[in-house]
């Protein structure tokens, strides 16, 4: 049995899939070369770091972490051989049988490679990948990671921590597929991109709702490789995607190029549903979704698990949080400086789990006496500091490499997430975090993704630009006032409790601690219902308290680290939520 069989990529799918998870051999050498001998086994796809992976081991900035193993190409003849990588933290360079079948820079993005000419007739393959990670002596995106855990940061991940498959496709394939919803107009447009000239021809796709056909079309058959077909959705079959309705539309697409074994088909979903931020029926800014007014009420959301760290240990668990978050009646997650595997976005596609998606932060090391800790203490003063170059240097951007490299990470991130239903707003930058010309970025978004809200700067250095007016505050008094932007809450609470069986590997991190469970039950809903609820009447929009898990040494989750318990009274947080939406209402109400 495969660790984490299921398909990984649901928002294009294909039959032909062949699972390389698994026992794989693992080296650690300070070497590019292939390894003299192997360490053992190492259980993809879990980093070295994690427990899962049987190895236990830090990599180190300079080593070299090795893989290896033997693979046969999906049944089948003829076409091509697609090799695909969730995910490979940091850089890597694959080779098939002795030759480089390519590589790839990126902790958090997924690649694929061509391999069909490196085969060997009879079917014995080998395949080999080489990973160096810099972790925090690096610019690149790492997010939490350090090789030097504690406190707020987590222990460092590396080499391959998501999905590694294979596809037999047609000799001219669907390469991209690019999904654009308009819930005004009432349609779909469906663009794909195929691997050689004219296999966009005869381009078709078909939208199903609970398994009936409700729409389907051709495109050009003056196509060549980029093809589009814009579907049109009767009244009949509209159904807005919600919290409380997420409604998703199934797709498939083909192309019909060449004999009939050249036809490549991929299957996907989408769903119809807007966002925008205007004024409700008071003159106050507000998030609407699809013509109304919405309270996002949510959890910081981290990603880590105790065994896995990046990676979890099952598709089942997954679910089980993220279904467990919608029964404590919260309609938001904040995905905190990371990126999930794709099926945590379906899943929240599914379960009408909105998405707040920050962009991994990286750039040089932090001065974190500056960054978080002063900034904090002297608001609003230090927050509006000019934002030019002597900044940036404070704050990890003072290398225009650096900032060459967050551009291409900001468009990769929208490239890969921004199909999925669930994401509602972008966070380029959290608290000074690698933080630079915070406009250019939110100009960036609106280019790459028009239909989405931006949070600019998500806590310190606000620049006054984006869509959300974005507070994080845990130690002051909290005054909400009507912006020119919707007001958001985007992180506060962290009330800390190590729940006995639970506690944590180190020192107790968190915002103030509670003694028992009833302590923190009262003091989590003192908090909602005296300091949170007055400010939705004048404005506050979004809440993202700290936060859904205990991490490592954080111990201010509402759920254990391992997912086995909900540290408060579960009762108790599903009435504070009714509440604060009663109360939204209410304040909204014309």
């Known amino acids: 049995m495969h660790p984490l069989p299921e398909y990984p990529r649901p928002s294009m799918r294909r039959d032909s899939y062949v699972n390389l998870n698994g026992p794989w051999d693992y080296a650690i050498t300070q070497s590019s070369e292939f390894p003299a001998k192997w360490d053992g086994a190492i259980l993809v796809p879990y980093s070295p770091e994690a427990k899962a992976s049987g190895v236990g081991r830090t990599l180190q900035p300079g080593q070299w972490l090795h893989y290896h193993r033997t693979f046969t190409p999906p049944a089948g003849e003829g076409g091509r051989v697609l090799l695909h990588f969730g995910a490979v933290d940091y850089a890597c360079a694959v080779e098939v049988n002795g030759r480089l079948a390519g590589g790839h820079r990126g902790g958090y993005w997924p690649f694929t490679l061509d391999i069909t000419d490196l085969l060997r007739p009879q079917g014995h393959n080998t395949l080999w990948v080489a990973v160096q990670d810099p972790t925090g002596t690096g610019t690149q995106a790492r997010g939490k990671q350090t ?23 047609p000799e001219n394939y669907i390469d991209t597929l690019t999904v654009t919803p308009d819930y005004d107009a009432r349609t779909v447009t469906v663009k794909v991109h195929t691997s050689k000239p004219g296999g966009a021809v005869n381009l078709w796709a078909v939208v199903r709702a609970g398994g009936v056909t ?31 309705s997420p409604f998703l539309y199934d797709l498939t697409v083909g192309t019909t190029q060449g004999e009939e074994e050249g036809f490549d088909t991929v299957h996907s979903y989408f769903a119809l549903r807007k966002w925008e931020c205007k004024e409700d029926a008071k003159g106050i800014r507000r998030f609407f979704l699809n013509g109304r007014p919405i309270l996002l009420n949510g959890l910081l959301d981290q990603g880590y698990w105790p065994d896995g760290l990046y990676t979890p240990p099952s598709d089942a668990a ?26 945590w976005y379906y899943h929240c596609d599914k379960l009408g789990i909105i998405v707040w998606q920050d962009m991994v932060n990286g750039g040089g090391a932090y001065p974190m006496w500056y960054v978080t800790y002063l900034t904090n203490a002297l608001q609003p003063l230090m927050r509006r500091a000019p934002d030019g170059k002597l900044l940036w240097g404070f704050l990890g951007r ?25 994401i509602g707003c972008w966070v380029p930058f959290n608290e000074g975090w690698g933080q630079f010309d915070a406009r250019k970025a939110t100009e960036t978004l609106r280019a790459l993704d028009p239909s989405r809200p931006v949070d600019e700067a998500s806590g310190w250095f606000d ?14 008094p909290l005054r909400i006032r009507p912006n020119v932007r919707t007001v958001a809450l985007s992180e506060y ?6 729940m006995p069986g639970h506690e944590p590997p180190r020192k107790t ?3 103030g601690t509670a003694r028992s469970r009833a302590e923190l039950t009262e003091r989590y809903c003192d908090l909602q219902r005296k300091t949170v609820l007055p400010q939705l009447k004048k404005g506050l929009s979004a809440l993202v308290y700290t936060q859904l898990t205990d991490v490592e040494d954080e111990v201010n989750g509402l759920f254990t680290y391992d997912r086995t318990a909900i540290k408060p009274d579960a009762a108790a947080v599903r009435a504070v939520n009714e509440a604060l939406e009663a109360e939204f209402e209410k304040a909204v109400k014309e």
């Open 493 to 498: 609470g962290g009330i800390a409790w190590p």
């Open 463 to 476: 620049r006054g630009g984006g869509d959300v007016h974005s507070i994080h505050n845990y130690f002051y």
């Open 318 to 343: 997954v679910e089980h949080e993220l279904h467990t978050v919608r029964e404590l009646g919260f309609n938001l997650l904040r995905k905190h400086a990371k990126i999930e595997p794709e099926r």
């Open 214 to 244: 409700i729409a389907e079309d051709w495109g050009s058959d003056e196509a060549d490789r980029d093809g589009e077909v814009t579907l049109n959705i009767a009244e009949e079959h509209f159904f807005p995607w919600s919290p409380d």
């Open 147 to 169: 090789l030097r855990p504690g406190g707020m940061f987590y222990p460092a991940q590396s080499g391959i921590w998501q999905t590694v498959w294979l596809e037999r496709v």
């Open 398 to 422: 003072g290398s225009a490499h650096s900032r060459e490299e967050y551009a291409r990470e900001l468009a990769d991130t929208v490239a890969a997430l921004g199909r999925h239903p669930c």
């Open 509 to 511: 991190y968190g915002y």
